[in-house]
């Protein structure tokens, strides 16, 4: 019996010894991880203000081992989201074909076809966005004009005021509709993003 409690004791104390050891390892590659990404962010702050083009992004990594290109173009792509303009998705795009090339493991083609499904995704994004301010307009325009004609607004009533003025029902259905514009975009925007981080070999 004392022999199973020395045992259980025993085991106890290398379990914790083990539990230690762990957050050891996960503290020291937090701390590689947050070194190596602040090495990184001056090189692609360069890229991203002006300072250097893809091709003097390329020389810049040159020589950089593949757990860093990988962790750059992570870093590229957690600044893309779907509010991105097409300009900034195709800025990041040269950037991470880019780091692409330089892998020993390069899948240049398969990123091209994640990256243009991506930048597909944010213009249909962009696009539905840009419907549903013509659309809003549009009944806004039409609330002013039905209540200007009953006297409830002067000519000189602004947007926001008709905006307030509408009914609740009208209100809600809009805020429903954007709601589930911004569901459906945000699956897409998940899925072709694993999409993508696949293609790169990164961790989703």
């Known amino acids: 019996m004392i022999a199973d409690n020395d045992g259980d004791r025993i085991k106890s104390a290398y379990e914790k010894a083990m539990e230690r050891a762990e957050d050891m390892i996960e503290d020291t590659e937090g701390s590689i991880n947050y070194e190596r990404r602040e090495e990184i962010k001056p090189k692609l702050s360069r890229y991203f203000q002006g300072g250097i083009d893809s091709d003097e992004l390329w020389q810049e990594f040159s020589g950089a081992e593949e757990d860093e290109l990988k962790m750059a173009q992570e870093m590229i792509i957690e600044s893309l989201g779907l509010n991105s303009s097409e300009e900034e998705i195709e800025k990041r795009r040269q950037a991470v074909l880019a780091l692409e090339d330089l892998k020993d493991s390069s899948q240049v083609r398969t990123a091209e076809r994640a990256l243009d499904q991506a930048s597909k995704v944010v213009q249909q994004y962009n696009s539905e966005q840009?419907?549903?301010?013509?659309?809003?307009?549009?009944?806004?325009?039409?609330?002013?004009?039905?209540?200007?004609?009953r006297g409830q607004l002067n000519g000189d009533a602004v947007t926001m005021q008709a905006v307030q003025n509408m009914d609740e029902e009208t209100r809600r259905r809009i805020a429903r509709t954007r709601e589930q514009m911004e569901n459906k975009f945000q699956e897409q925007w998940d899925e072709v993003k694993g999409q993508l981080l696949d293609a790169l070999g990164l961790e989703k």
């Open 130 to 149: 840009e419907r549903l301010r013509s659309k809003l307009k549009d009944m806004m325009r039409q609330q002013m004009q039905d209540q200007q004609q």
